[in-house]
DNA sequence: CTCTTACGCTACGCCTCGTAGCGTAACTGC
DNA sequence: GCAGTTACGCTACGAGGCGTAGCGTAAGAG
């Protein structure tokens, strides 16, 4: 738990070719051990989960996992996040309350996967009394999500439906705000009270956050 | 992991004189655990927390804790279900806007104890692999909390600021939809966004709940 | 005083962790 | 080609946690 990966970001192979000498890391390698994490997640859960067994079952030594990642919760990170790249768009959906019902069914859907259920809390959990971890989960995952609110805020901005913030401080706090709000509301359904985030409750959400409780027809 | 604690609910001293025979637990020694759990999570967090250790804190024999609890995360619920227990009525602030603030605050207050902030969200991430765990979650700590949002939505509604549902079924529909985004957003500005729950960034929230986006003064 | 259950203690096999050491493979610069 | 450098696979290891078994003893019920 003491070793930091020397040369670049963890968990990207060495760059070939740019003055680093030596055997460059395999990227392939790095494919094959974010895969088996993610398939033992899914078999094992996050407390069975083992290093020895990714490596076994990456055909990988395991030396080479500690090479490169210094623990349990630095690999699942990488291995999540990964996961977290591929919805990063927004498409326009014509409406405020329409494109919040999008990126909620969107994380919800992530959220679904059995090897995000578990590794995200876990991996939460511990960044509670780990910094570096906490600013790596912040950057691999929760900041790129955000940036979904941010489009979603512009948009509803130009079409009018939400005001222009005063100054750039409040506007990110507001940003911040709504952003808590969602993924802790989707995270809380799907996860703590583990009921569907179907339409329905995607519908519900979306007409408390535009009416709030007091604007609400019933 | 395979032994359940024979008779009655776990963690609970053995009832004396209720025609149970032979010795019964003690009382005294389950505080001493429960206590020791806690402590221990302050000082090495839940990924480093011992069985052992607890047993040793607690002056009590290893064998003792799996006499009564299935395993780690079993022991970590009933030890901190108990700091939940402490604040579950809710004070009448006069308005709806009011009294989320204080509900909110409250929990805060709650997700800032060491103790409790990795102890729930890894006892959560278990839990979703574990539906014996989750239901344990859920009887003991998250519906006690969940009935602060129903006597809030009560009182708000007597009041006038918000209006009856129409059947029972729609009522617990929207109380849990409620819940879910207080406790959710709650649990994400502590945790993941890891900034704190104080009294500008509660104010904010309250006026988003109550007004929603559409109806923000700014 | 017997029956029943809980407790403390010791000891154990199994497994995971994280590291060290070694020989080999791959790639770079001369 | 050859030396230098870095990554890899393999084996082995000590440390420590897990969960259980067995034993003798303590504490209540009838």
Known sequence: MTYAP???????????GQGRTGRPRSAEADRAILGATREALVE????????????????????????RWAGKSELVVDAVAALF??????????????????VVLRFAALLERPETKTALMAVVAESTRDDALRAR?????????????????????????????ESPAAAA????????VIAG???HRALVSAEPVDEAWTRSFADLLVGGLAGRPV
Chains 1, 2 share one sequence.
């Open 137 to 165: 989960i912040r950057s691999a995952i929760v900041d790129r999500q955000k940036q979904l609110v941010l489009i979603g805020r512009e948009r509803a901005q130009e079409r009018g439906e939400l005001p222009y913030e």
């Open 173 to 180: 706090r507001h940003a911040d705000l709504i952003f808590d």
């Open 6 to 16: 020397p040369p670049g970001p963890p968990g990207r192979p060495g760059q070939r």
């Open 185 to 187: 509301a989707v995270v």
């Open 85 to 102: 790249d591929e919805h990063l768009d927004l498409p326009d959906l014509g409406s405020l309350q329409a494109d919040i019902q999008g």
């Open 44 to 67: 094992l859960g996050w407390g069975k989960l083992t290093l020895s067994d990714v490596a076994a079952r990456a055909g990988v030594a395991k030396t080479t996992l500690y090479r």
